[in-house]
């Protein structure tokens, strides 16, 4: 079981920047397509991003594309997204979790971390 842990969460304002990392234990985090969610108060849990298990496909949501750029260094067992040109609707609680069983990017659900709260003031 890969466990994972986010960090970089922050205040920001809008049109700032902040990076979020995933650090993840166990020697197989290499085998996993890595999504980032997040959840707003009172809303939806939404998909943010992903990256497959190799790095070389990536998905995003119409919301982030364009300001977010996610991606991986297998090496380190670590997951970034780096969150450009912030907005005060980007705030929420910041979730990565694991993915595998289809294809690059897709299957079931296994790991999630605790979240990491992204605040963007206006």
């Known amino acids: 079981q890969v466990q994972l842990v986010e960090s970089g969460g922050g205040l920001v304002q809008a049109g700032g920047s902040l990076r979020l990392s995933c650090a993840a234990s166990?020697?197989?985090?290499?085998?996993?397509?890595i999504y980032w969610f997040r959840q707003a108060p009172g809303k939806e849990r939404e998909f943010v991003a992903a990256?497959?298990?190799?790095?070389?496909?990536?998905d995003y949501s119409d919301s982030v594309k364009g300001r977010f750029t996610i991606s991986r260094d297998n090496a380190k067992n670590t997951m970034y997204l780096q969150m450009n040109s912030l907005k005060p609707e980007d705030t929420a609680v910041y979730y990565c979790?694991?993915?595998?069983?289809?294809?690059?990017?897709?299957?079931?659900?296994?790991?999630w971390g605790q979240g990491t709260q992204v605040t963007v003031s206006s």
């Open positions: 979790a694991t993915r595998k069983g289809v294809g690059p990017m897709g299957g079931d659900f296994g790991s």
């Open positions: 166990g020697r197989t985090f290499s085998m996993y397509a």
């Open positions: 990256i497959s298990w190799s790095g070389a496909t990536t």
